[in-house]
T-cell receptor, first 116, second 114 residues
Framework: EAGVAQSPRYKIIEKRQSVAFWCNPI?????LYWYQQILGQGPKLLIQ????????DSQLPKDRFSAERLKGVDSTLKIQPAKLEDSAVYLC??????????????FGNGTRLTVT | QQQVKQSPQSLIVQKGGISIINCAYE??????FPWYQQFPGKGPALLIA?????SEKKEGRFTISFNKSAKQFSLHIMDSQPGDSATYFC?????????????FGEGTQLTVNP
């Protein structure tokens, strides 16, 4: 099966600019996650979707971050305006049956964002 | 209570040796403990996972040991190979209530010298 697709792979912007990331999950996966991975740290969940509804966005900085998953398939994550501390790799992951041991998270290769 | 603490931060092992990475958690509601492997420029990939109803799980050269009373679990890589050089993350989740939402440790950078 095709993996989780993310674009772009790299993005460099100046602080206060806006940026958007795109994710296409594995076909048929109802659950989609966005994680932020700062260099040298483990991934941290930003938001979780079930189909096109938000399950958990408690750790999303809503004053600057937004995400949507139209039609329950592709998703976009936006940052506006960006801050220096937003420099990180943004990982998208999907899962077919959350709560099932044999249904792990599949991660994309991420978008590396550098804010200067 | 949601934290997962991982050690060591980095580990250097000779080819053929045993690599051991440890994790500790606080939330007793966690019921799923996976280990992920991440190569540079790639996303994390599931390596092996365990439920708290067993004390050990082995898949090839990789073994998870789980100590429920101590709230600790560890990854053992037997006969370590240079190709195992990567960053390893332990994680934990409450499968039923959180839909596989994972809390990750800080990661261990493993280097296996030839």
């Amino acid at each position: 099966e095709a993996g989780v697709a993310q674009s772009p792979r790299y993005k460099i912007i100046e602080k206060r600019q806006s940026v958007a990331f795109w994710c296409n999950p594995i076909s048929g996966h109802a659950t989609l996650y966005w994680y932020q991975q700062i260099l040298g740290q483990g991934p941290k969940l930003l938001i979780q979707f079930q189909n096109n509804g938000v399950v958990d966005d408690s750790q999303l900085p809503k004053d600057r971050f937004s995400a949507e998953r139209l039609k329950g398939v592709d998703s976009t994550l936006k940052i506006q305006p960006a801050k220096l501390e937003d420099s990180a790799v943004y990982l998208c992951a999907s899962s077919s049956r959350p709560g099932q041991e044999n249904s792990p998270l599949h991660f994309g290769n991420g978008t590396r964002l550098t804010v200067t | 209570q949601q934290q997962v603490k991982q050690s060591p931060q980095s580990l250097i092992v000779q080819k053929g040796g045993i690599s051991i990475i440890n994790c500790a958690y606080e939330n007793t509601a966690f019921d799923y403990f996976p280990w992920y492997q991440q190569f540079p420029g790639k996303g994390p990939a599931l390596l092996i996972a365990i439920r708290p109803d067993v004390s050990e799980k082995k898949e090839g050269r990789f073994t998870i040991s789980f100590n429920k009373s101590a709230k600790q679990f560890s990854l053992h890589i037997m006969d370590s190979q240079p190709g195992d050089s990567a960053t390893y993350f332990c994680a934990a989740s409450m499968q039923e209530t959180s839909g596989s939402r994972l809390t990750f440790g800080e990661g261990t950078q493993l280097t296996v010298n030839p």
